[in-house]
């Protein structure tokens, strides 16, 4: 809107008109001070001033506009009769004005100027909107970096308080921060505590998670500065995301060396008391053995039974030294494979009668693929492990004994997958069944086991070249799978 000052009534119905004319908005004051009460309560893109009023001229109205910063850029056009000299000119200019215009007034030019000034008016506000938005952006980026640097601090704290070897690294992996524990181990905080020789670099398993955007977990063994022993840790590296962008990791090495030495001592105890326990239950085999051969022709049903059941205990007490023996071969690397090409077709049928032996009320079904295929495996420990999924598929499903081993040739591998009906095994907890002693809580009381079974298959199957897992849903069932690569990888 235009303001036009005048405190002659016609003169300011006359260029009212003309400006109305052309479209513009126009108001209007008949004196100075009606001009500055009506300025500061409204929003004027322009002020056309006349400089010869009474009380108030067109010159102190300018100088009070120009003190206040609601009205200090609008610009004014002085319009004058009377002052056209250059003296008078130069004050309009002095008191705020931005142009200045003598009378009588040529209308074209006046409506050029006008037209010039409120687009000029236009885009200095438009330049000031701009101008407050990144001025916000400015102070929100700053009150952002701000929280940012207190929460980078606050972790820091943290992790100097941790009795951990801890760090941090940005989005790239460069280290930008580590504890007082990690100048223990190196001697630089830009490069990784010295790792054992045989253990995985950490450098390039970090580029690796990197590259994948996933966490990263790791044992090694690290060298204390000034020591020659290796200690092991565990290493682990998470993303660190604020609010959804990927922008630093978070690392700890925690010392696990004391766990690993009491593990060491119990495999070392469980291989002595295995190779132990073998001969006298070898004896006892035999000797059970022997009393069936005399009592055969025995007609006491009782007798018969109880020889029967002894035979089955023995037989699983062999089955657990077994495994026991199993692992020790596995953690002393002497767990070796006898490969051969064999009949899947054959194995798998092998391990269904097996089962119908010790499980006459099982449904076995095989699905799939079910023709004759020769393949490079170790057969007794491939039947171990299928008859490992399928026993501990009858184990965990007391009430539904139908269990289908899947068969499925793919391009480069034969995948077997053994599904049941039973309880299932919750999400979070899937990740550690093929751990060593692993049990999960809610069935270690209701189901007989050392959780050494599924440790065995999954070493079993990394020998193989393969990969192995688990599907499950609690209430619904399991699907315990593996995979045989077609080509043998020595």
């Known amino acids: 809107m235009i303001l036009v000052v005048d405190d002659k009534k016609e003169n300011v119905y006359s260029l009212k008109k003309l400006l109305e004319s052309k479209d513009f908005a126009v108001d209007s004051a008949l004196s100075g001070e009606e001009a500055l009460k009506k300025v500061l309560n409204n929003d004027y893109a322009l002020i056309i001033l006349d ?23 609008i610009p004014i056009i002085f319009l004058s009769a009377v002052n056209t000299d250059k003296q008078f000119i130069a004050k309009g200019y002095a008191s705020g004005g931005i142009d200045y215009l003598t009378k009588p007034v040529d ?13 000029l008016y236009k885009q200095n506000k438009k330049l000031k909107e701009i101008q407050n938005v990144l001025k916000a952006e400015i102070d929100i980026r700053k009150r952002v970096q701000l ?23 940005d989005e ?8 007082q524990k990690w100048m223990q181990f190196s001697e630089s905080d830009q490069v990784f505590p010295k790792s054992h020789p045989d253990d995985k670099n950490i450098e390039v398993e970090f580029i690796n998670a990197i590259i ?10 690290l060298q204390k500065l000034g020591s020659i022993e290796y200690c092991y840790n565990l290493l682990k590296i998470i993303p660190f995301k604020e609010n959804g962008t990927q922008n630093k990791w978070i690392g700890t090495f925690t010392d696990i060396d004391a766990h690993k030495q009491i593990e060491k001592k119990k495999d070392e105890f469980l291989s002595i008391a295995s190779h132990e326990l073998k001969t006298p239950l070898t004896s006892i085999k035999a000797y059970i053995q022997l009393l069936a051969r005399s009592l055969k022709n025995h007609e006491s049903v009782q007798i018969k039974t109880y020889i029967e059941k002894a035979q089955l205990q023995v037989g699983k007490l062999n089955d657990l030294i077994s495994d026991l023996l199993d692992i020790s071969k596995i953690e002393s690397g002497e767990l070796k494979l006898n490969k051969k090409n064999i009949d899947l077709k054959i194995t798998i049928e092998s391990c269904v009668d097996t089962i119908h032996q010790t499980h006459p009320n099982a449904v076995i079904k095989v699905i799939g693929n079910t023709l004759p295929k020769l393949i490079e495996i170790d057969e007794v420990r491939i039947e171990q492990v299928l008859l490992n999924y399928l026993t501990n598929a009858l184990k965990y499903s007391p009430d539904n004994q139908t269990i289908n ?22 999400e979070e907890k899937q990740k550690n069944v093929f751990d060593k002693f692993y049990r999960i809580e809610e069935t270690s009381l209701k189901f007989q086991g050392l959780g050494i079974g599924l440790y065995i298959c999954a070493d079993i199957i990394k020998k193989h070249h393969g990969k192995y897992g688990v599907k499950s849903e609690p209430n619904k069932g399991s699907e315990f799978y593996f995979s045989l690569p077609f080509q043998s990888l020595k």
Do not use: W
């Open 172 to 179: 790239n992996g460069k280290i930008d921060f580590v504890n």
């Open 212 to 221: 994948q955007n996933k966490k990263l977990e790791l044992e090694v063994r």
């Open 405 to 426: 081993i899947v068969r499925e040739d793919l391009d480069d591998c034969v995948l077997i997958k053994v599904r049941d009906k039973g309880i299932g095994i919750p």
């Open 51 to 73: 400089v010869q009023m009474p009380f108030m001229d067109g010159y102190e109205v300018a100088e009070t506009l120009a003190g206040f910063n609601k009205t200090k850029d």
């Open 107 to 119: 209308s074209d030019i006046l409506l050029l100027k006008v037209n010039t000034f409120l687009k």
């Open 147 to 169: 929280e940012l640097k207190e929460k980078v601090e606050q972790l820091h704290y943290t992790l100097e308080a941790l009795p951990l070897i801890a760090f941090t690294a």
